[in-house]
């Protein structure tokens, strides 16, 4: 691949994660939701292992521990978002059984 299709493909990639932490922040600014925060907080520590990589060459071989950390930011973002639909699928469920939550 040239220079200018990487380039691309790293500037998608970057504007992809940070629409996604937007719309992170427009749920829980809604909601309030606990789950919510912790997708927030996965997706924010993923953009920063994202741009620190982009900022230090090297990265993985300096600080290892990026190996973990960049995953790790990730299931937490999965997990969050999970509780969060499952959250608003219960209280769905329940509002269709004339429950009141």
């Known amino acids: ?9 790293s500037i ?9 932490l937007v719309a992170c922040v427009l749920l829980w ?3 309030r939701n606990t789950w919510a925060l912790l997708a ?3 997706e924010a520590g993923s953009i920063a292992c994202r741009l620190f990589l982009a ?4 990265a ?12 790790l930011a990730g299931l ?3 997990v969050g978002l999970a509780g969060y639909a499952w959250n608003e699928f219960e209280k769905a ?4 059984s004339g429950v009141v939550q």
């Open 1 to 9: 691949m040239n220079g200018f299709a990487l380039d691309f493909a």
């Open 12 to 20: 998608a990639s970057l504007l992809t994660s940070l629409l996604v």
């Open 29 to 31: 600014m809604r909601t």
């Open 40 to 42: 927030l907080a996965g």
């Open 55 to 58: 900022a230090t060459p090297g």
């Open 60 to 71: 993985f071989t300096d600080f290892p521990q990026l190996r973990i950390v960049w995953p």
């Open 76 to 78: 937490v973002f999965s």
């Open 93 to 96: 469920r329940g509002r269709d």
